[in-house]
């Protein structure tokens, strides 16, 4: 198969909190596919960064007193701990406050508007008299008049609905509570609407490659027709506006942010000599471009970024597939910093290994549907699964009593056909989204090597019938070969140091078999039992 060149876009996290479990659910879509796809031999570059910019951010540093560099900096630092904690290998992780960001995003928006996609408009606008200023969406609260719920303007955290401009004008400045008023303002729109037809298409066109709330939400804001969005902030911290007149104001995160995966491409080829980004973001390069993220995030890769993409009239390839999870709730409830209900990802990382913790977040993950999470069901999971198949499959096979090398065995056949079986019908579920599926298909292959070494009798053949045990073990060992590539994209750690064991240079999407006479030597437990308290 011809290489492809794939863009993985992960949702860029807002450098203003700490992340919990939750949303590593909902990023570790990204890294699982950038694995796959690089075992499979594709020019993949997997690309994210700290969200930096906006209101809240400002807001905090105010309170502060510090200036929002500070803030976004201090979370851009524990992100990137994080995400290196858990083994996310992206090829570029950047910041929205870097130079070359801010640069190249003012020239796509400045081709928007030169191409008459952004246009100037007066109109009025929220305005609190006691705090004397214009506000932002964030910084009005009030009852969302779709479910009912306390929120803030931008968007309803229990419905996702977002408040129009008239719904707007019932709320309060969340700084002083004051009632708002209204107040003429010049303000630059992104002509949204006129890509209505466009998004459309290309939604009907590859919708079938979306999980199905990304169709859901894309296809309702589509029914209700496109509304032209503000693209300026009353701001002092931000993206520059590239446009006369608009000195004093900052650019949407939206449009900031989500241009992001585009010049994180261009600095990354910018630095390498084997590619140049347009081969990842223009037509007829064979290309496909993943968004991974929670469902909170959709219509911002479904709709907006493809309009950004759709504005520069440069023949942009657009998004393929959304990936889009539901929500991770922490014994039955939704995460809470405040409430104290969950945990960070760090202290996740604390307490549990990074390979195990990936493994349960993919396999039992709201792929489809919001999910739970219990630390007994995680233990379960680490105990049954991971130490008791897997971990023991690979232990009781290369730490066989006296067995100092790799025998000189045969490959039971019919063994040989299933790995070959699982590499197709993995790949045949990751290309369709279904990652848990996929992660109990390689189970399966666990399983049977277990079944396999237990029929067998490896103990008693090594007694009775050496060539016998020598196929025994030589098959086991050809079996957890393979599982380190399987297994790669869920299980990285375990699966590197398996390779160190059998002499493996690199993992791929291919059938491999092992030297026979290799000296296994230091062979250690993947993994150690979580005694439960």
């Known amino acids: 198969m011809e290489k492809r060149n794939i863009i993985i876009g992960g949702a860029w996290p807002y450098a203003n909190s700490s992340l919990h479990l939750g949303h590593i659910a909902g990023l570790i879509?990204?890294?699982?596919?950038?694995?796959?796809?690089?075992?499979?031999?594709?020019?993949?570059?997997?690309?994210?960064?700290?969200?930096?910019?906006?209101?809240?951010?400002?807001?905090?540093?105010?309170?502060?007193?510090?200036?929002?560099?500070?803030?976004a900096s201090e979370y851009d630092e524990e992100f990137n701990k994080m995400f290196n904690g858990y083994q996310?290998?992206?090829?570029?992780?950047?910041?929205t406050f870097d130079e070359y960001h801010k640069e190249k995003v003012k020239v796509l928006f400045r081709k928007l508007y030169d191409n008459g996609y952004i246009y100037e408009k007066f109109e009025p606008q929220a305005y609190c008299e006691k705090c004397n200023?214009?506000?932002?969406?964030?910084?009005?609260?009030?009852?969302?008049?779709?479910?009912?719920?306390?929120t803030k303007g931008d968007q309803c955290d229990a419905c996702l609905h977002v408040p129009t401009t008239e719904e707007l004008k019932a709320g309060n400045c969340i700084d002083?509570?004051?009632?708002?008023?209204?107040?003429?303002?010049?303000?630059?729109?992104?002509?949204?609407?006129k890509f209505q037809k466009q998004i459309e298409e290309q939604t009907e066109k590859v919708k079938s490659n979306w999980r199905i709330n990304a169709q859901n939400e894309t296809l309702k804001y589509l029914k209700q027709g496109l509304l032209d969005r503000a693209v300026t902030r009353d701001l002092t911290w931000g993206v520059d506006i590239p446009v006369e007149g608009y000195e004093d104001k900052k650019m949407y995160v939206w449009i900031d942010a989500v241009l992001g995966y585009l010049t994180n491409t261009m600095k990354l080829c910018e630095e390498r000599t084997d590619c140049t980004w347009e081969d990842f973001w223009k037509e007829g390069h064979n290309n496909k471009i993943y968004m991974c993220h929670g469902k909170d995030n959709i219509m911002f890769h479904s709709i907006i970024l493809n309009a950004l993409l759709l504005g520069q009239e440069e023949n942009y390839h657009l998004v393929d597939t959304i990936v889009s999870a539901e929500y991770l709730n922490f014994n039955d409830q939704k995460f809470s910093k405040s409430k104290g209900i969950g945990m960070t990802a760090l202290?996740?990382?604390?307490?549990?290994?990074?390979?195990?913790?990936?493994?349960h977040l993919l396999a039992n993950g709201p792929e489809k549907k919001d999910t739970n999470f219990t630390i007994e069901d995680f233990e379960n999971t680490h105990n049954g699964e991971i130490l008791n198949k897997f971990g023991n499959l690979v232990n009781r096979t290369l730490r066989f009593?006296?067995?100092?090398?790799?025998?000189?065995?045969?490959?039971?056949?019919?063994?040989?056909?299933?790995?070959?079986?699982?590499?197709?019908?993995?790949?045949?579920?990751?290309?369709?989204?279904?990652?848990?599926?996929?992660?109990?298909?390689?189970?399966?292959?666990?399983?049977l090597g277990n079944k396999f070494y237990d029929e067998k009798e490896p103990w008693i053949a090594k007694k009775e019938n050496i060539e016998e045990f020598n196929n025994i073990i030589y098959t086991c060992t050809v079996i957890i070969a393979n599982l380190s590539n399987l297994f790669e994209m869920v299980m990285p750690t375990a699966c590197?140091?398996?390779?160190?064991?059998?002499?493996?240079?690199?993992?791929?999407?291919?059938?491999?078999?092992?030297?026979?006479?290799?000296?296994?030597?230091?062979?250690?437990?993947?993994?150690?039992r979580i005694e439960k308290k």
């Open 88 to 95: 996310f290998s992206y090829d570029l992780y950047s910041r």
């Open 133 to 150: 200023k214009f506000l932002a969406d964030r910084e009005i609260t009030l009852i969302c008049p779709e479910c009912g719920a306390e």
């Open 347 to 359: 202290e996740a990382l604390d307490l549990y290994n990074s390979d195990s913790l990936r493994f």
């Open 29 to 71: 879509s990204g890294d699982f596919l950038a694995r796959y796809h690089r075992l499979k031999g594709d020019n993949v570059l997997y690309v994210s960064g700290s969200d930096c910019h906006g209101t809240p951010i400002t807001e905090r540093a105010k309170k502060e007193g510090v200036s929002p560099k500070e803030i």
């Open 401 to 447: 009593k006296d067995l100092e090398q790799v025998p000189n065995g045969k490959l039971d056949e019919e063994i040989k056909k299933v790995i070959e079986n699982t590499y197709i019908e993995t790949s045949d579920l990751i290309e369709k989204l279904e990652f848990r599926e996929a992660i109990r298909k390689i189970m399966q292959l666990v399983e």
């Open 496 to 528: 590197k140091k398996i390779r160190e064991y059998l002499k493996i240079e690199n993992p791929s999407w291919n059938f491999i078999t092992v030297n026979p006479g290799l000296k296994l030597e230091n062979i250690e437990p993947l993994f150690t």
């Open 176 to 193: 002083c509570g004051s009632k708002i008023v209204e107040k003429e303002n010049k303000v630059l729109y992104l002509a949204l609407s």
